[in-house]
């Protein structure tokens, strides 16, 4: 199974900076043939469901503010908000599908310092 | 718009059964792969089982293979997953999730539904 790592657990900034979380996973989830890294990041607010924010590790879901940017390769991701704003807390996740089974980061978790 | 509503969750003793639900509206259905995901305070998110659009296609979790069996219904708009042999942690939120998009199995999850809670314990 591919393990998906996130640093840091949790971080707090201020509005209006950035945050930049990391996703590490054990084995590359570049797909060669069509040189896709199959990495996905996900925002959970508190009491909601998880929602899709970025796929291909860079693509980002119709609707998410340009703010949010994925960026990274291979086997090393990041998630970058470039201005953080109130409505950005929660609970940050990070998952690969390059294979089964489809496998999670464990969270970080982003609040307002 | 797209909907997801799961139900079925309840509180179950070890080695009982129970059957998900999820009803979807607001896309074509039976064109999407679904999927199962579930979430635990401990564990945190994890993939629970897949079916392609035309159920040709099903995968699921080590941790529940032999125990739950992932279905769907096109013409009902509804996804199953009937879960026996329960253990303690199996306890979870189980949500319902679909892929992003038609007819092919990418394995990352486009919309959720709001969940539904499963508790085993005797």
């Known amino acids: 199974d591919i393990v998906m790592t996130q640093s840091p657990d949790s971080l707090a900034v201020s509005l209006g900076e950035r945050a930049t979380i990391n996703c590490k996973s054990t084995?590359?989830?570049?797909?060669?043939?069509?040189?896709?890294?199959?990495l996905a990041w996900y925002q959970q607010k508190p009491g909601q469901s998880p929602k899709l924010l970025i796929y291909?590790?860079?693509t980002r879901k119709s609707g998410v503010p340009d703010r949010f940017s994925g960026s990274g390769s291979g086997t090393e991701f990041t998630l970058t908000i470039s201005s953080l704003q109130a409505e950005d807390v929660a609970v940050y996740y990070c998952q690969q599908y390059y294979s089964t089974p489809r496998t999670f980061g464990q969270g970080t978790k982003v609040e307002i310092k | 718009e797209v909907q997801l509503v799961e139900s079925g969750g309840g509180l179950v003793k070890p080695g009982g059964s129970l059957r998900l639900s999820c009803v979807a509206s607001g896309f074509t259905f039976s064109s999407y792969t679904m999927h199962w995901v579930r979430q635990t305070p401990g564990k945190g998110l994890e993939w629970v089982s897949s079916i392609s659009y035309n159920s040709n296609y099903i995968y699921y979790a080590d941790s529940v293979k032999g125990r739950f069996t992932i279905s769907r219904d096109n013409a009902k708009n509804s996804l199953y997953l009937q879960m026996n042999s329960l253990r303690a942690e199996d306890t979870a939120v189980y949500y319902c999730?679909?892929?992003?998009?038609?007819?092919?199995?990418?394995?990352?999850?486009?919309?959720w539904g709001q969940g539904t809670l499963l508790s085993v314990s005797s």
């Open positions: 999730a679909r892929d992003l998009e038609q007819w092919l199995i990418l394995g990352f999850f486009d919309y």
């Open positions: 084995q590359s989830v570049l797909y060669n043939s069509n040189r896709k890294n199959y």
């Open positions: 291909w590790a860079s």
